[in-house]
């Protein structure tokens, strides 16, 4: 015979006892009664904010960040949110939410009684406090009204401000509030945002398909997000859908189709990480100037200068520029920065101030002062045809020694350790020697060099001395693009700027930058410097550029023992620059000049960038005629002579004449010669 344990819930026989049934009933009857004495005391003696304020919904709305084409490439944000009137969302949007979140929110006065008494009965028998029943009027009234905290007090109060929301509000305003004020994940807030963070579109764009998976989210945004758990978040649209079918909101047909219908999800944002140095430089002055309410909240429309395609250029050439040079040398802690601007304007089109933002937020390309090396001669040799010196004036590359102090002399040296002797200028420049700058800041003087730096742009303080002529004291990225900008705009120099426009929620004007630019140095002194700059690509240390195929002029730097590299050049219409170095000042290693650091990077980034700009030459400015010399004398030879170069002069700086006996032989080069 069979044994039969019985339990003590068990009846006679076997049969289970109704007590379960009975104790739920009787809680669920003195719950209804508590409720409901709890709601009349509340409801009369209870402290309520007013709905006045609704009528006037203002939440926390994200400022945008603008780039030169005004296209969204970044927000300030506590709540990421974009609002959006209610008649432009999709009827089959608001159709979606209704039918997940509740069914019966047309029909209704803000609380859902059944839903009420079913999710309570869950709660007692689980002996818990999770189900909610709530409405989407008692979701919004939570949202804007109330803490998150699950209690029976809170629970009360959203249905008394529930009630009298459905009185003051019409079905639609109390839409809009919710599909504007929820959460759906990945930092968006309202159905806007979501729409654009999810599918990269706005909300008024979005079929059914995409709805039915938006209206999924609001449960548990994290756990449903089609991005990360892809799954999870189909199974939720099929439960939306179906959801949608009972409410006869569409017909199975086309449930069956939207559910079927591929969609596309909106990659992950990564520009963001691209222009990391670039936004933080705007969050920063706004921050300063605005405030911190009303950046984060007040939707502020940011227009920057910034142009995508030059930022992304920046960023790729700066990371695979260092990778190179850490992989062939075996070091790691090597960083960099990248600026480029429009010479004409002032604005600051790109900026890379390092290789990672995430590990250090200092900003290398504003805030790193290092020894500018031979970038700096350029300031030197414009001092000189200041003076009245013209291109093929003479300089001497020859051993020079100073007395420091009474027991110590300077020796200085070229990179290469050899000698050029007597030279033109614009051999100097072009080869970089030191010796022979050395001599020519020696005879145009210190001050004369000081003054022409501060015009051109040069704030940091530079040391009175020689071996300025070799970039011993330190400046910033910013101040030698500018200087270079100066001479690409034919000695204007403008000022370098990042924001265009601020504008406030309801487009009023905050703030508006007008360009602006002071002379510097006269047009034709800033021509002449071009043209001595052009022969360092043609012949000189960054003819490695050579096949860029555009009229480009430029410097490298290179500092003592190679601690920092430098390439800053420019095209009638775009200045970049590069530097390349360790935080802690240390050699980059043997060899590792600019020329084979610092210039790589930037013949990648404009590679990709002078695409972007109409290739032409630079203006000749009034006061500028062009003559045939001889390098070898500096003398002029006739106009219609084959040999040696043409040169740009000043009008009354020609040399004079070659003497008739004095000819090139024809084995005489002209590059041999020169450079």
Not at 209 to 225: D, V
Not at 666 to 674: F, T
Request: glycine share 8%; hydrophobic share 40%; net charge positive.
């Amino acid at each position: 015979m069979t044994s039969q344990v019985l339990s003590l819930d068990d009846g006679p026989g076997g049969r289970p006892r109704k007590k379960p049934f009975l104790l739920a009933g009787t809680l669920l009857l003195c719950f209804i009664l508590g409720m409901g004495v709890g709601l009349v005391f509340l409801a009369r003696f209870g402290t309520f904010p007013s709905f006045e304020s609704v009528k006037e919904y203002q939440p926390s709305v994200s400022s945008k960040i603008f780039d030169r084409y005004n296209q969204v490439i970044g927000e300030i944000y506590l709540e990421k949110r974009t609002l959006i009137p209610y008649d432009k969302i999709p009827r089959h949007l608001v159709s979606a939410f209704v039918a997940a979140e509740d069914a019966r929110f047309f029909q209704h006065r803000g609380v859902d009684f059944t839903a009420i008494a079913r999710a309570a009965v869950k709660d007692l028998l689980g002996g818990s406090f999770a189900q909610g029943g709530s409405t989407i009027t008692q979701q919004t009234v939570k949202n804007l009204f109330l803490t998150r905290e699950k209690s029976i007090s809170r629970k009360l109060k959203e249905l008394i401000l529930a009630y009298r929301m459905e009185k003051y509000l019409s079905k639609e305003e109390i839409l809009y509030l919710y599909l504007n004020q929820i959460y759906l994940g990945e930092g968006a807030y309202g159905v806007e945002t979501a729409s654009r963070t999810y599918f990269g579109k706005g909300v008024d764009e979005l079929g059914l398909a995409e709805s039915s998976l938006l209206a999924g989210l609001p449960k548990a945004p994290n756990r449903y997000s089609p991005r990360t758990h892809p799954d999870l978040a189909k199974n939720r649209q099929r439960y939306v859908l179906r959801r949608m079918v009972e409410a006869e909101f569409l017909s199975q047909d086309e449930a069956d189709q939207a559910y079927a219908a591929k969609i596309v999800l909106a990659p992950p944002p990564t520009f963001r990480s691209k222009a990391a140095y670039f936004l933080e430089e705007i969050r920063i002055a706004l921050l300063e100037k605005y405030g911190k309410e009303s950046l984060y909240g007040d939707g502020l429309r940011i227009y920057t200068t910034i142009d995508t395609r030059l930022q992304e250029a920046a960023h790729t050439a700066l990371i695979e520029g260092i990778k190179a040079t850490e992989e062939k040398n075996e070091y790691e802690g090597l960083q960099g920065a990248v600026l480029a601007m429009d010479p004409h304007s002032g604005a600051v089109l790109a900026m890379v101030g390092g290789t990672d933002f995430a590990q250090s937020q200092f900003n290398r390309a504003l805030q790193a002062r290092r020894q500018p090396g031979s970038a700096f001669k350029p300031i030197v040799y414009t001092a000189a045809l200041s003076s009245g010196k013209t291109l093929v004036s003479m300089t001497d590359d020859s051993p020079i020694e100073f007395e420091r102090n009474e027991e110590e002399l300077w020796k200085p040296r070229n990179y290469d350790g050899k000698f050029m002797g007597p030279s033109p200028l614009i051999k100097a420049l072009a080869k970089s020697r030191n010796l022979a700058t050395i001599r020519l800041l020696n005879e145009v003087g210190v001050e004369s060099a000081l003054r022409t730096a501060k015009a051109l742009g040069i704030e940091s303080p530079i040391a009175r001395n020689l071996s300025i002529a070799l970039g011993s004291s330190g400046v910033v990225p910013l101040e030698m693009c500018t200087a270079y900008a100066t001479y690409a705009n034919g000695g204007l120099r403008p000022t370098p700027f990042f924001l265009r426009e601020v504008r406030d929620a309801r487009a009023n004007i905050l703030e508006k930058t007008t360009p602006t630019a002071v002379r510097a140095i006269p047009p034709d002194t800033a021509y002449l410097m071009v043209r001595m700059m052009q022969e360092v690509i043609l012949n000189g240390t960054g003819r490695a550029a050579r096949g860029l195929g555009h009229h480009l002029a430029g410097k490298t730097g290179t500092t003592n023992e190679n601690t920092d590299a430098w390439f800053i050049g420019y095209s009638p219409d775009l200045v970049a620059g590069v530097w390349v170095g360790f935080d802690t000042p240390r050699p980059l290693g043997d060899r590792q000049s600019a020329a084979a650091v610092a210039l790589p990077i930037w013949i990648r980034f404009m590679k990709q960038a002078l695409p972007l700009f109409r290739n032409r030459d630079f203006p000749v400015p009034p006061g500028i005629t062009f003559a045939r010399v001889d390098p070898e004398t500096g003398k002029a030879l006739p106009p219609d002579s084959s040999r040696g170069i043409l040169l740009p002069f000043r009008v009354g700086t020609v040399p004079e004449r070659a003497s008739p006996g004095r000819r090139l032989g024809p084995s005489h080069s002209l590059q041999d010669d020169l450079l």
